[in-house]
Every structure is written in C-alpha cells, then in structure tokens.
C-alpha cells in the first residue's frame, strides 16, 4: 500500500493519498486548502486517483475537491446526507475498492451529522472526529455531544489498537498514532456515562 501525508491549507489540515501500489489505483482523503503539493505528488508517484473521500461537509476538507476532479477524473464521494456534490453517495458499511484494497466506510456522527471514518489495511482516516490526543468540536450547526459519544464509545475504540489514527488536522503532538494510544492517552476517551460526557464537552 502506498500513504501520503500531506500538511496544507491555513488551519493545519491534513489530506492523504492512499494507493493500493505504487503507481496504481487510489484515493485523495479530505482534499484542502492549497492542493498544489498533493496535485503534484499525483502526478509524481504515478497514482491514478479514482476516488475523492470527504470525511465531512465543513469546506477545509473539500476545497480541493475540485482541482483534484478536474485533474484525475476521479468522483467525488461523502456520506449520502453531506451537502456536496458528489457523484458516489456513501452510508455506513459500504466499502470501495482500489486496486485490491478494500475501503470500509464508518458513520461517525458528532461533529457534523454527516462525519465518517475511512478504514483500510490497518489505518482509519479520523477526520474531524478524533484528533491525536483530542476530539472534533460538537458546538457547531450539526454537532451532537451525545453523538460524538456514541461514535466514539461505540465504533472508534472499538477497532483494533494497532489501528493507524490518521486525523483530519496537525492539532496533536505527533501527526499520526494508534488507537491503542488514544485509548491510553486521550483524555476525551476516558471511561464516562454519556451524560458526564455530555457535561464534559459542554463545560
């Protein structure tokens, strides 16, 4: 499998290419703010984007979507109720595959209504959800507290620790960890009820 990092935009977002091989068939993740180094990346390691994901609707995560479109051809996909234009529309379960590898798609909603987690070989895209060592804000128009619980509590820590966090911003102290670690080191992760979870976020 081939994994790219790239940090761009204004706010430390981060967007990913993910390949099945090298030069073969893949995916960009939440395309930001300043596309140029990933449109160059594209183009240098040969990968034939058939896939833009968005892990959600808030625009430092869809920007590029276009520039990326225009330059591979590749569809624009998002979970079904996320207002973008997007010509693959995704519900929880469904999965894509690219050149053999198998994307899982996990509806997480907390942070906007229409949050999802992209899952493949042992990494899971977190975008706004989970952070390293942090969650996404829930006080913005679609936020739910008690959804990010049931997302958190429900799915994210359910996966395997050695799953690879990949978050949609540089807002921790490293820029990749595991679930393992978050369950050990997030401070949002420790064991509560949804209402003192509730009272946390809120407080």
């Known amino acids: 499998m081939l994994l790219r990092q790239f940090r761009i935009g204004p706010v430390q977002n981060f967007t990913y290419i993910v390949a ?6 893949g995916v960009v993740i939440d395309p930001s703010y300043g596309i140029d180094p990933v449109l160059t990346a594209i183009d ?12 959600h609707s808030h625009p430092d995560h869809y920007a590029g979507n276009q520039d990326v479109r225009a330059r591979t051809g590749a569809k624009v996909a998002a979970f079904h109720t996320a207002p973008l234009d997007q010509d693959v529309s995704l519900r929880e379960g469904d999965v894509l595959t690219v050149d053999g590898l198998p994307i899982h798609v996990l509806h997480t909603p907390g942070h906007t209504g229409d949050s999802v987690l992209y899952l493949f070989e042992g990494h899971v895209a977190t975008g706004d959800t989970l952070f ?33 966090v990949l978050p949609g911003h540089d807002y921790g102290p490293t820029p990749t960890s595991t679930i393992g670690w978050e369950k050990g080191h997030n401070y949002v992760l420790k064991p509560r009820t949804r209402e003192e979870f509730i009272r946390f976020l809120e407080s």
């Open 44 to 55: 240098e390691l040969g990968v034939k984007v058939r896939y833009i994901l968005n892990t």
């Open 132 to 164: 390293v060592g942090e969650c996404g804000r829930t006080d913005l128009p679609g936020g739910s507290p008690s959804q990010m619980y049931d997302s958190l509590f429900g799915k994210v820590i359910q996966l395997a620790d050695a799953t690879v």
């Open 20 to 25: 099945g091989r090298d030069r073969g068939e």
